[in-house]
Nanobody, 117 residues
């Protein structure tokens, strides 16, 4: 059974930092591209960042220079370090595991990040 369990969300003031984590089980973690997506109220889910096993990363323009995605293939965990947070970063953040070679795609349950004073 595949599980992606996010943690680390919460309330933070503008300009602050937060790190969210996603622990994966039930998959061969190193074979998957891992990603973070977010969905704000009334908006579509959007890509935040992705990372493949070799370390190549991709970021949405809105978070470049502020967010950093990383992964630990031993702990089967992907992280998103968020710095210089803005109110517009407020959303539910979802972890995603994607392996196109066998059409596998999984989602976590999401973790709420709220940026507010």
């Amino acid at each position: 059974q595949v599980q992606l369990v996010e943690s680390g969300g919460g309330l933070v003031q503008p300009g602050g930092s937060l790190r969210v984590s996603c622990a994966a089980s039930g998959i061969i973690f190193s074979l998957y591209r891992m990603g973070w997506y977010r969905q704000a109220p009334g908006k579509q889910r959007e890509l935040v960042a992705t990372i493949v096993s070799g370390g190549f990363t991709n970021y949405a323009d809105s978070v470049k220079g502020r967010f950093t995605i990383s992964r630990d293939n031993v702990k089967n965990t992907v992280y998103l370090q968020m710095n210089s947070l803005k109110p517009e970063d407020t959303a539910v953040y979802y972890c995603n595991a994607d392996r196109r070679s066998n059409f596998s795609n999984y989602w976590g349950q999401g973790t709420q990040v709220t940026v507010s004073s």
